[in-house]
T-cell receptor
């Protein structure tokens, strides 16, 4: 079965640079979520989109922005990178079978970002 | 206080053992509950959703007690391949019904 696709899988950047992470949801899933998992930490919710509109916002820094496109893929744009941004960034997608009751989310393999 | 709390372990058990994990959540308005497993440096993978009536999938049984705000996972006949970190996950509430809140995970190591 098709899964969530994320690219790139690994990324190395310098401080103050920018990075763009991409996420392609499972076909027919129209909701995308972004999570950040620091070393030894649990995943923290950043932001989500439903039908190309931002649906929820978590602990996403102002330096980050994201959007969902007409084909439902999403991009997370990160600017002025800091050492503390080094983490695994997961994208998850879901199909809203029952909106508002916590749709099951399926995670992509993640992008490992290292900021030097 | 963290919204979802789990015993971090590690739980070191022999093959064939039965092991139980517990989890508590703080917000009574939470509406959905899951167990995910995460292998080292990999993505969380859905193990099972958890319902008030309890649900079973092969060797895995999950229970939800809304009154006590308590979730459990029972693994019977442990296999070496069960070694992983088990994440207790709660679906958001109120206006944040989509995002997931993760516990810090319980590490399981199954030994031969």
């Amino acid at each position: 079965a098709a899964g969530v696709i994320q690219s790139p899988r690994h990324l190395i950047k310098e401080k103050r640079e920018t990075a763009t992470l991409k996420c392609y949801p499972i076909p027919r899933h129209d909701t995308v979520y972004w999570y950040q998992q620091g070393p030894g930490q649990d995943p923290q919710f950043l932001i989500s989109f439903y039908e190309k509109m931002q649906s929820d916002k978590g602990s996403i820094p102002d330096r980050f922005s994201a959007q969902q496109f007409s084909d439902y893929h999403s991009e997370l744009n990160m600017s002025s990178l800091e050492l503390g941004d080094s983490a695994l960034y997961f994208c998850a997608s879901s199909y809203p079978i029952l909106r508002g009751l916590g749709e099951t989310q399926y995670f992509g393999p993640g992008t490992r970002l290292l900021v030097l | 206080r963290k919204e979802v709390e789990q015993d971090p372990g590690p739980f070191n058990v022999p093959e064939g053992a039965t092991v139980a994990f517990n989890c508590t959540y703080s917000n009574s308005a939470s509406q959905s509950f899951f167990w995910y497993r995460q292998d080292c440096r990999k993505e969380p993978k859905l193990l099972m959703s958890v319902y008030s009536s309890g649900n079973e999938d092969g060797r895995f049984t999950a229970q939800l007690n809304r009154a006590s705000q308590y979730i459990s996972l029972l693994i019977r006949d442990s296999k070496l391949s069960d070694s992983a970190t088990y994440l207790c996950v709660v679906g958001g509430y109120g206006g944040s019904q989509g995002n997931l809140i993760f516990g810090k995970g319980t590490k399981l190591s199954v030994k031969p």
